[in-house]
């Protein structure tokens, strides 16, 4: 499989992605808002792009669509529940559903609620499996809940879904969004040194070859799976005095995501 991230380089730090089969050149493009990257990059590369997937309905998710389908004849797929709210869909994915690129590629569909109530990603089913996210997980972040989705929604996706992956699991989100959210971490769990050496290490770095991390590295540095961690859940009490003395996880998880929101 070959994953070529694609740095849109406008002001929602968005990722579009190719996924390829290497046998074949067939390809599949994820949220490809940047149409015109993302179509020279499959000319460029001699790779022929049949397949969309839009990881959930926002526009800067499905804004490329139809450029791309225009150039390819590509067929469009997004969770069955988003017919309504994205044109011209083909195929509607549910969960365990398979996707696949050409001879070699098959992608497992996670029905992924929480940021939208239509969102999907994609698991790559490869000895080294790649999650492409969306705007559920993010480098170091969660994805929000402002334009139709719920935290408790949220919450259940990274406990029931996210956190049971392997930590070998390479991460692609749909945003550039590191460097924030490692210093919402940071403000939140002030001694979590991998949290302040990543941060340091990822100053400046080059969007165009990003550091793509693993959900092992996530559940060092990203505040959202680190719900148990003494350090933020005092931290949060003193935000929220009417804290329980042993908060469970979820409370943990929607009052972080409640600071998140104007932080």
């Not at 529940?81 to 996707?99: F, H, N, T, Y």
């Not at 497992?108 to 929480?114: E, K, N, V």
Request: charged content about 20%; proline content about 5%; hydrophobic content about 35%.
């Amino acid at each position: 499989m070959i994953v070529e991230q694609i740095w849109t380089g406008n002001a929602y730090r968005n990722f579009n992605y190719l996924i390829v089969c290497p046998e074949t050149g067939e390809a599949l493009a994820i949220d490809p808002l940047d149409h015109e990257k993302c179509l020279l990059a499959a000319k460029q590369n001699g790779w022929t792009i049949t397949q969309i997937v839009n990881t959930h309905e926002h526009g800067d998710h499905t804004g490329g669509n139809q450029k791309v389908i225009a150039a390819t004849g590509a067929k469009l797929l997004a969770h069955h529940k988003a017919s309504g709210s994205i044109p011209g869909m083909d195929v509607g994915l549910s969960a365990g559903d398979v996707v696949k690129v050409g001879k070699t590629v098959e992608l497992l569909a996670l029905d992924t609620p929480g940021h939208t109530m239509s969102h999907v990603c994609l698991l790559s089913q490869t000895d080294e499996p790649g999650l492409f996210s969306g705007d559920t997980l993010f480098n170091a972040g969660a994805g929000n809940c402002h334009n139709g989705g719920h935290p408790n929604e949220l919450y259940e996706t990274f406990a029931s879904q996210l956190s049971e992956l392997s930590d070998n699991t390479r991460i692609y989100p749909g945003h550039d969004y590191i460097s924030n959210n490692l210093e919402f971490t940071l403000s939140r769990e002030p001694d979590n040194e991998q949290a302040s050496a990543l941060l340091k290490k990822i100053e400046n770095q080059n969007t165009d070859a990003a550091l793509v991390s693993t959900l092992g590295l996530e559940k060092e540095v990203n505040t959202f799976f680190r719900l148990q961690s003494p350090t933020v859940i005092a931290k949060l009490r003193a935000e929220f005095p009417d804290l329980p003395d042993d908060p469970d996880p979820k409370t943990v998880f929607v009052k972080l995501r409640e600071l998140r929101n104007k932080w």
